[in-house]
């Protein structure tokens, strides 16, 4: 069965940083699909500027057309706190016996014990660890435990079962921040090329980030 793929995020805004790395994974490992699940208010980060349904409607007008990309709103729309563990789970679910593939940055690996009953989450997926050539590794404490009992560096091995495998992985990264993007909306300057054209109109239209800090 074919994997799916789970890349999320606050998306303030989405831009081409997250897009192509979904295709890169989407690539290396054949998944059917990546979805991309937009976080109402993030725990571990500051609040996002734009309100959700706007940050929806970037995305929703970021993928469109594109095969394999798709958006996900269930935590937007689940009452009360929302934790990644209960988003696999609801994965799970519904995709009893598919691989799927929580995409995350190595920022994200090293703080992962951060993260709310986050020794499950590889017994409901796996984990693709987008990387630069050079990036460090966790070198002690519980993620690198974790890492180095579950550590698979073959896509064809990962792939064979639905959870379970980590692995790091290298796809060309474009370095591109929305913390930068709202600035430069903030000061008046082009966002061409980093933010797809849809994404522009609709951050133009709602002057979403005009008052950026």
């Given at each position: 069965?074919?994997?799916?793929?789970?890349?999320?995020?606050?998306?303030?805004?989405?831009?081409?940083?997250?897009?192509?790395?979904?295709?890169?994974?989407?690539?290396?490992?054949?998944?059917?699909?990546?979805?991309?699940?937009?976080?109402?208010?993030?725990?571990?980060?500051?609040?996002?500027?734009?309100?959700?349904?706007?940050?929806?409607?970037?995305?929703?007008?970021?993928?469109?057309?594109e095969p394999g990309l798709e958006v996900d709103a269930r935590e937007l729309e689940r009452e009360g706190p929302t934790y990644t563990v209960d988003s696999l789970?609801?994965?799970?679910?519904?995709?009893?016996?598919?691989?799927?593939?929580?995409?995350?940055?190595?920022?994200?690996?090293?703080?992962?014990?951060?993260?709310?009953?986050?020794?499950?989450?590889?017994?409901?997926?796996?984990?693709?660890?987008?990387?630069?050539?050079?990036?460090?590794?966790?070198g002690t404490g519980p993620v690198a435990d974790l890492l180095a009992a579950h550590r698979c560096d073959d896509p064809a091995t990962l792939m064979a079962k639905p959870a379970g495998h980590i692995m790091i992985c290298s796809p060309p990264l474009l370095d591109i921040s929305a913390t930068r993007i709202r600035a430069l909306v903030a000061e008046g300057r082009s966002i061409r090329f980093l933010v797809p054209d849809k994404v522009i109109e609709l951050i133009n239209r709602t002057r979403c980030y005009a008052d950026e800090e």
């Open positions: 069965m074919a994997g799916i793929g789970i890349l999320g995020g606050t998306f303030d805004p989405v831009h081409c940083g997250h897009l192509r790395l979904a295709l890169e994974v989407r690539d290396l490992l054949s998944l059917a699909s990546v979805r991309l699940l937009p976080a109402p208010n993030p725990r571990l980060r500051d609040a996002p500027r734009a309100d959700v349904s706007l940050r929806l409607q970037m995305l929703e007008a970021a993928v469109e057309g789970q609801s994965f799970r679910r519904e995709f009893p016996d598919a691989p799927i593939v929580f995409i995350v940055g190595m920022d994200s690996l090293r703080r992962l014990d951060r993260w709310h009953r986050w020794q499950e989450f590889t017994s409901l997926a796996h984990l693709a660890v987008a990387d630069r050539p050079g990036g460090s590794l966790p």
